[in-house]
């Protein structure tokens, strides 16, 4: 599996990402950089999290229209497995390779802390073979508040494309485990073909056991499954 | 010729910064505040000197960066002078 990491302004999991995949999966991960017109031929395209351009306008909007992400929307309509973490969630949304947006939480906090997510949708390369799984992850984000019109929502929701809820550690969804105000609890969703997945907890932060939880590493696991090792 | 370009939170999205404005200019002792909702307004100079070209350009750019059509409405306009 090689796996290209985009590299915007401002992004600060990159390196994160290249780790998970190169040190503790053993495979081959490397960063391109934002303004380059070259993927280099990877199986998999993760956009990672971070503040890419200050977050100005809203988070997202700028790098969007990066000249990297002609390649990668390229990349998505052949089918082609993307995968945007955080700010990289932020930037499919705002690239209109999903659907919907991202806004400030509902608390108006920033929020830094761990979440359980409930693994469930479509089976998409990163959740493949974990539908029905609790797995804690954390988030860190001021603006993850999934929006979209009601039509959108159900489409989604009937599609399967909803990919990752907010639950408790019992698999429950509920209000209370929502950490942001996102409609349907919504911390996950794949695109209609589920070859993009865009998801706000950051899955890289807990893939390995130095950093006391290993439970990120399920998603890169399925990838690496999914994609033919 | 200057132009401008409002982005307003469409009807239905809930603006959790006006909601915190709203307690705000309520402690403050501001009585009768109803809803206060935030919106965006960017000036933008342009070479452009023809008026409906001008607009044109203001409603590609808010199309295309400035708003974002699922959350936000726009409106374009020419500043005087």
């Known amino acids: ?229 | 010729m200057k132009g401008k370009v409002t982005v307003r939170l469409k009807a239905g999205v809930l603006d959790v910064e006006g909601k915190a404005i709203e307690g705000a200019l309520a402690k403050l002792g501001f009585n009768g505040v109803g809803a206060v909702r935030v919106g965006k307004v960017f000036e933008v100079e342009l070479a452009e000197t023809d008026p409906a070209a001008a607009k044109a350009a203001l409603t590609a750019m808010a199309k295309g960066l400035l708003a974002n059509p699922v959350m936000e409405t726009f409106e374009v306009a020419l500043e005087p002078g």
Not at chain 1, 16 to 27: A, H, S, T
Not at chain 1, 45 to 52: A, D, E, T
Not at chain 1, 142 to 163: F, I, M
């Open chain 1, 1 to 229: 599996m090689r796996v290209a990491v985009v590299s915007f302004p401002g992004s600060n999991c990159d390196d994160d990402c290249v780790r998970v995949v190169g040190e503790v999966l053993g495979r081959t991960a490397y960063k391109v950089w934002h303004a380059d017109h070259d993927l280099q031929g990877p199986d998999l395209v993760i956009l990672p999290g971070g503040f890419s351009y200050g977050d100005y306008l809203r988070c997202g909007a700028i790098s969007a229209h990066a000249p990297i992400m002609a390649d990668v929307a390229d990349f998505a309509r052949r089918g082609g497995a993307v995968l945007g973490i955080c700010n990289g969630f932020q930037i499919l949304t705002e690239a209109g390779l999903l659907p919907g947006a991202l806004h400030r939480n509902a608390g108006l906090h920033f929020i830094c802390r761990d979440v359980h997510l409930r693994v469930e949708g479509l089976a998409t390369p990163f959740t493949a073979g974990l539908a029905g799984r609790v797995l804690k992850v954390p988030v860190a984000h001021h603006d993850g508040n999934y929006h979209a019109d009601a039509d959108t929502l159900a489409r989604l929701e009937g599609d399967g494309q909803v990919v990752l809820r907010y639950c408790h550690p019992d698999g429950v969804v509920d209000a209370a485990a929502n950490p942001n105000g996102s409609l349907g609890h919504i911390a996950g969703i794949a695109s209609a073909a589920g070859n993009v997945v865009g998801m706000m907890p950051h899955p890289e932060r807990c893939a390995e056991p130095l950093l006391g939880n290993t439970d990120g590493l399920a998603f890169f696991q399925a990838a690496l499954q999914t994609l033919g090792g």
